[in-house]
Structures are given as C-alpha cells and as structure tokens.
C-alpha cells in the first residue's frame, strides 16, 4: 500500500483582524484579512502538487457558525479545484462550524464529503488496498461528550489503512471541555491513523500503534498563535503513516522579548540592539509578513528614558523608522520594562546588606544593637549610597528614630534592588 493524503484543520475562514493597532498600513491590512483564504488557496496547490488521494478537513473550516457568503465561495471554488483534479475531500464540522450551521445553498462537488452528526464510515480504493474513514461532525456548538462512545473498536484487515477524522480535546490539551476524549480510548479504537482538530500548534500526540495527529491552524490569527502553521502531508508505505508539516502561513505573528545591558548607552546603541534582535528573530519567516509586539528589559543607564507614554511613543516611531529597511515587517507596539544598571559589585553585596539592614533594625527596636555591626552597616551603606542616590548616606551622630527610619528606606531600596535583579 502506497499513497499520500494530506491533513489540515482549523482553516477559520472570516476571522476578523482584531488584535492589531488602528495604525497598520491598508497595504498589511489586505494582507492580515485574506491570509486564512490565501492559506487556504495554497493547501489546495499542495494536494495537487502532492498528488494526493484526498484531503483531510478535521473542524473548524469556518470561524463562524453562520460564515459570510464571501468565505463559503471560497471554500467552494477550492473544493471544486480539487475535485477537478481528482482528490477527494472529507471534512467534518467543529465547534466553530458545527453541523447546525446556517450555510448558503452552494452546490458541493461530488468529491467532496461533510460528515453529518452521526458517525459515519467510508472507503477510499488506493494503491495496494483500501482506506476506510470513519468521522462525525458536531452537532452543535457545545458539544461536550466524547465522540469515542459512537466508534466501535475495529479488527484488524489486511490490506485495509484505518482513519478516524475529529474535532476533539484529547486529554485536556485544549483546555475547554469540547469533544474531550484520551489518547488511550484512541489508540484502542483500531484506527491507523487519527487526523484530529481543535489544538491550534502542531501537534503528535503519539506515533506508536498509531498516529494520534493535530496540524494546528493552517494560519496564525493573532499574537496568541505564533510560530509557524499549516498542515501534514502524510505518506502512507507498507501500511505506515509517515506525517511531514509543511507550512502555509502567508504571515506571522512574534512577541519578542529583547534584554538591555549596561552597555547600551545611547539611544543609537539601543536601536542597534534592538534591530539585530529582531533581524536574528524571524529568520524563519523568508517573504512572509512580520508582525511584532517588542517587550525591551533588563537593564541599561537609559531606563529612565521612556518611562512616559509620549517617550514611549516616540521611541515605537524611531524603530519603526530604523526596521523600515526590512521588507514587510511592522512593528506593531513597544513595552518598555528596564530597570536602572546597579555596579556588579553592587549586585553582589546587595542581598547580604539586605540581612545586615534587618538585623540592626531587629537590635534596634530590641534595644540590644552591638556598635560594631553598626559600624560596618554604616559604611557598607555609605559605599553604596556614593553609586545609588536612593540610598541615604547619615554620619554619626544620628538619633534613635532617625536611624529606625533610614534604616527602613534602606530595606525598602535593597529589596527593590534584589527583586530587580530577580526578574533579569
């Protein structure tokens, strides 16, 4: 038995782009619209390419259950493409688009194949033997049962490649209650091969006994789904599944964290950084669209530069301008999270000044403080205080209460030191 199909789910066609800035150009907006159809046009260029027997559609096809008849033309001129060149399609319906969706009256082509709310099988002739795919669509959008409880466990058929096609949660991987089931109720159920849908990374659930398969969506919606997306060309040699993803994404969508160090000094040394950072991070994307969220931390002497929202803004404007130089990237918001650099000798002495702090100020308010402790904390505080401003110098003599209250401030800026240096 050799063939090859192809597995692809959680197309979500009608998305809307509502996770961007008013400020995207119209030029990035036309693209961000149609780049679940564009992906769409581009897995139906891949089954042809592939040469595949059939398409596997597993949920989600549509990102409403009543989809603009904009996105149902689509869809149906792809299926039509497809069955022109002799593949078939067999889809089912998730929560997204169950079966009880409102769908204009477009006529199918005779290749293609929507499964209804009850379990159903049927079989492909293939090179070398027979495929059979069972599957069921939702029967609405809050279907919580598991879908196992309508499979019946099949014996093995020689010469027979077994599929099951699902819009499923296997073992909480989705976190939302539809369609959960286990990867162990399917690795029992007899199939050879489970094209799942739901979880929106790629995802192999297992490869032993049987292949346990999420493609993921076919195009990242927004900045919760970064990375890359598209979909599985399976091979099928001696009655073994051979899944291999192949992209399809016509953007993508990166949060970068990007980290200062004291030798940024100059707001010129941080555009540098800054843009080297970027370049080396979406080296993967070839003449794919970019579009990045930037999280800048760490610590630099520049901190105190964009601590406003203006600054702020004029700081997204400037590497905007100094990105511009990228093809098809935009950048679209800048959070600013640096702290001020401390010496590393500072950082160094910081949590151990923060015990003797505590315990001279414990002494105090005890009446048992020893003079030397206090003299060592005096000038340990005071080398301190010549690189941090924050922490006030005193000379003896000093008051009880004046002491109890430096001494306070003095824990109040360490700890902010330390846990500072915590979140490096």
Sequence with gaps: MDFTFVHAADLHLDYPAKDLRSDLPHGFTETVREASTNALDSLVDLCIAENAEFLLLAGDVFDLRAPSLHAQLRLNAALHKLSDAGIRIFRVGGNHDPIS???ASLQDPSLAHLFGADAETHHVEVPGGTVQIRGLSHPDARFVQDPLQYFEPLPHVDGQFRIGLLHCDVDGSAGDGYAPTTARRLLSSGEDYWALGHVHSPHVVSEQYSHIVYPGTTQGRHFGEPGV????VVRV???RAHPVFRPLDF???YQLGVALSPEILTEGDLLAHVRSAVRDAILDRGDRLAIIRLNIE?????ASEYDDLRARGD???SLRLHLSEEDYLWLDSVSWNVLPDIAAEDRSMTPGLLVDVRRVRDALVSGDVKSTDLARLTQSLGELSERDPRVTRWSDPVSHEDLCEL???????LQRMVLGEARR
């Excluded at 997306?229 to 599985?232: E, N, P, R």
């Excluded at 001494?407 to 800026?413: G, I, P, Q, S, T």
């Design 101 to 103: 969706g409102s769908w």
């Design 229 to 232: 997306h598209g979909c599985f």
């Design 237 to 239: 040699r001696d009655g």
């Design 251 to 253: 953007l993508r969508w």
């Design 298 to 302: 760490g610590r630099s002497p520049l």
């Design 315 to 317: 700081l997204l404007e």
């Design 407 to 413: 001494l306070v401030e003095a824990e109040a800026v």
